[in-house]
């Protein structure tokens, strides 16, 4: 579900018309929906309501203030990958103690930070780090929080670079080696305090398979971890997929990931029937760490056309946002779909839709067939609030663009866009 739509011909975010938001604002400009933002958590909840569920949005699908304090205000945790986002979530009044803390090469600094303001648990990936972290909170005399990251080997079926829980992957620890590491560092490590197993196998997963393959052969060494370590959390990461292609029609739809015509869409429901039967006799705290279903569908990038050109063998619609803005595409053969902001009744023409950045890499779409594109003319690239504004460069000196979050018919500026002397701020001469 998202509320973005057309109405009276012009493209709408909840109760405002995007074009006049361009128009105040400038372009590029992101823009999310709240209304979505929360529609989305509280399916979830919903979905797993029969669990002893706690969902940690993972910060680092969208990390803005704004996003951070509404998600905090619905009762989610956070999920963090660094010292930075930890930072942010404090800021954005969210709760040290409502954080987990994910990722392979956290520094002592970050460690530290994260003991110090009390973190729920440290999700480690690997031994060394578990005694790093052992020894860190010996330091400073604490006793640290912590889960291991459990490399389940299986294989999510999602673009390579978003895989993560195949044992080529660098996430997690081999399945086979968790329980002795668990005795050892019982044994052992005398400032730990055995917290949770937790796992993550990928994102972007369009079918529940993979979900239930990981679940279900991961709960009976969650239950031994219970039974010998007294872990009080089993945490099944995020993943869940959403809507790339056919995303303006799927606003009203209930399937999450896949298209209508698939064998099996994946839908929330469908997602927690199918995990539940593992999950609920373990009697664990069950934990989410879902980034983009929160907040990828809830956000849009608005971009204006500056020229039009007709190649030898293509032709190009030249905007004003880059892969500096937002990199998906580049990156990971990202797909957004694109909707003009005003519709019209103009022919379809073929397109690459291309941004102005000195890389060939730098295009959203190709050959995509579009209603024929004008100088002038607003577009929206779908589906760009989550892994969107987060992974923006400033490369070509580009200045980051500014983020809107709407909430019903009121537009809040929720960053401001980059000048400038905000792009050389902190260089000397
Ligand atoms: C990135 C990440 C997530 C969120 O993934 P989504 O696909 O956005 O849901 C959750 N857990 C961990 C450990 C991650 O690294």
Redesign the pocket.
């Known amino acids: 579900m998202h509320s973005f739509h057309y109405h009276n011909g012009s493209l709408h975010c909840e109760e405002v018309d995007l074009s006049l938001l361009a128009n105040d604002h400038g372009s590029p400009l992101y823009v999310y929906s709240a209304a979505t933002i929360r529609d989305h958590y509280r399916r979830l909840s919903s979905a797993l309501c029969e669990l002893d569920h706690h969902i940690a949005y993972?910060v680092?699908?969208n990390s803005n203030l704004s996003i951070l304090k509404l998600l905090a205000k619905e009762g989610a945790g956070f999920?963090i990958?660094s010292g930075g986002e930890l930072f942010r979530v404090l800021r954005a009044g969210g709760k040290a103690s409502d954080c987990t803390f994910?990722?392979v090469g956290k520094t002592r600094a970050e460690i530290k930070y994260a003991l110090e303001e009390g973190i729920y648990c440290f999700?480690a990936e690997s031994e060394a780090e578990l005694c790093f972290i052992d020894k860190v909170a010996g330091e400073l005399g604490e006793v640290a929080p912590v889960a291991l990251?459990v490399n389940p080997n299986v294989d999510a079926k999602t673009h390579k670079y978003?895989s993560?829980g195949k044992s080529e992957n660098k996430?997690g620890v081999d399945f086979d080696d968790i329980a002795g590491i668990y005795d050892r560092a019982s044994q052992e490590l005398k400032n730990i305090n055995l917290r949770g197993l937790?796992m993550?196998i990928?994102?972007?997963?369009t079918s529940v398979q993979p979900f239930v393959e990981a679940v279900e052969k991961v709960a009976p060494l969650a239950a031994q971890l219970k039974a010998d370590h007294k872990i009080e959390f089993f945490s099944i990461?995020?993943?869940?997929?959403i809507i790339y292609e056919d995303s303006l029609a799927s606003g009203s739809k209930d399937w999450w990931a896949g298209k209508s015509g698939e064998d099996k869409p994946l839908t929330l429901e469908q997602y927690a029937e199918a995990i539940i039967p593992s999950l609920k006799p373990l009697g664990l705290k069950i934990m989410l760490?879902?980034?983009?279903?929160i907040t990828?569908n809830a956000g849009v990038l608005l971009s204006r056309v500056l020229y039009k050109k007709q190649g030898a063998a293509k032709v190009f619609a030249i905007v004003d946002a880059g892969m500096g803005d937002l990199i998906r595409p580049a990156l990971y053969q990202g797909h957004h779909d694109i909707a003009p902001v005003k519709q019209s009744d103009r022919q379809p023409e073929t397109v690459d839709v291309v941004g102005p950045i000195c890389e060939s890499g730098d295009f959203f779409a190709q050959d995509r067939e579009l209603p024929k594109l004008e100088e002038g003319d607003l577009i929206a690239l779908l589906s760009a609030g989550?892994?969107g504004f987060v992974m923006a460069s400033n490369y070509n000196s580009r200045p980051f663009p500014a983020e809107i979050l709407i909430d019903g018919q009121e537009a809040s500026l929720i960053r401001k866009r980059q000048s400038f002397s905000d792009l050389i701020s902190g260089e000397e001469l």
């Open positions: 993972a680092k699908a999920d990958v994910a990722g999700n990251r978003i993560t996430f937790q993550h990928g994102s972007q997963l990461g995020g993943g869940i997929g760490e879902p980034g983009r279903m990828g989550a892994y």
